[in-house]
Nanobody
């Protein structure tokens, strides 16, 4: 089993920034992909960004140019730097990792509001 623990969510004003972190622990041998999904109230969970162990990245169109995903393989940690936040970015953000199985974190709330 792999455990994912997120941190860094909170309340921020429109135009502000937040940085999310997610640390993986447990039975890790190679996390091929790590990333972030989000789920807003009344909506389905959607991809935000992913990054492979070789640092290939993929972003949702809605966050391109504003969010940056990165990872530290030695620490099994993935980050999401979120800039120029908008009210529509408000959601619970879930960390995601794929080894043989897929693992999810417990989620961290991000609220963008004045």
């Amino acid at each position: 089993q792999v455990q994912l623990v997120e941190s860094g969510g909170g309340l921020v004003q429109p135009g502000g920034s937040l940085r999310l972190s997610c640390a993986a622990s447990g039975s890790i041998w190679h996390l091929y992909i790590m990333g972030w999904y989000r789920q807003a109230p009344g909506k389905e969970r959607e991809l935000v960004a992913t990054i492979t162990s070789g640092s290939n990245t993929n972003y949702a169109d809605s966050v391109k140019g504003r969010f940056t995903i990165s990872r530290e393989n030695a620490k099994n940690t993935v980050y999401l730097q979120m800039n120029s936040l908008k009210p529509e970015d408000t959601a619970v953000y879930y960390c995601y990792a794929r080894q043989i199985n897929t693992y999810w974190g417990q989620g961290t709330q991000v609220t963008v509001s004045s």
